[in-house]
């Protein structure tokens, strides 16, 4: 399997489009992707305040990265859950993925910073933790706000 850009080896084959791409060429693939998105659907203009909801995911992380790389001012936002082990290590991964890359991530623990949690909100709400995670993210309208991962978590 070769890149259809370049021949070099490829590392992902994408059905969507038939070809298959190196890392390079996917990663430019992914750029000029989300750029067209961007501009099709008026999404965002240059100089907007952008946060970047992190799961500590490849979704998300990613999405920052490009927007970034895209020249957007995107500041990463993770916000630890209190999800057990899941959050502890999803954390870890937006700090050090932030750290690398020099790029701004505000952290929020729900527990220790504002007295709650998901396991326990959403068994008290009797909702299931992506609707409240929704509650969440309109509470944060003061930015561009966008997450990697579902279309359905995506702020309007
Ligand atoms: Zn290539």
Redesign the pocket.
């Given at each position: 399997m070769k890149?259809r850009?370049?021949r070099?080896p490829a590392i992902i084959d994408i059905r969507r489009h038939n070809p298959s791409?190196?890392s390079?060429?996917f990663r430019k693939l992914c750029r000029d992707q989300t750029a067209k998105a961007i501009a099709q659907f008026d999404m965002l203009q240059p100089g907007d305040r952008l946060l970047v909801a992190v799961s500590g995911g490849k979704n998300s992380l990613a999405v920052g990265d490009i927007l970034n790389e895209l020249g957007y001012d995107a500041e990463g936002c993770y916000v630890g859950l209190g999800i057990g082990d899941y959050s502890d290590v999803s954390a870890e991964y937006a700090v050090r993925f932030a750290r690398e890359r020099d790029l701004t991530l505000v952290t929020q623990d729900l527990l220790t910073e504002h007295g709650f949690d998901l396991p326990h909100e959403s068994r008290a709400a009797k909702r299931a933790p992506f609707s409240f995670c929704a509650l969440i993210e309109r509470v944060t309208r003061p930015f561009s706000l966008t997450i990697g991962s579902k279309p359905q978590e995506v702020t309007p």
């Open positions: 890149c850009v370049c070099e791409f190196c390079g060429h």
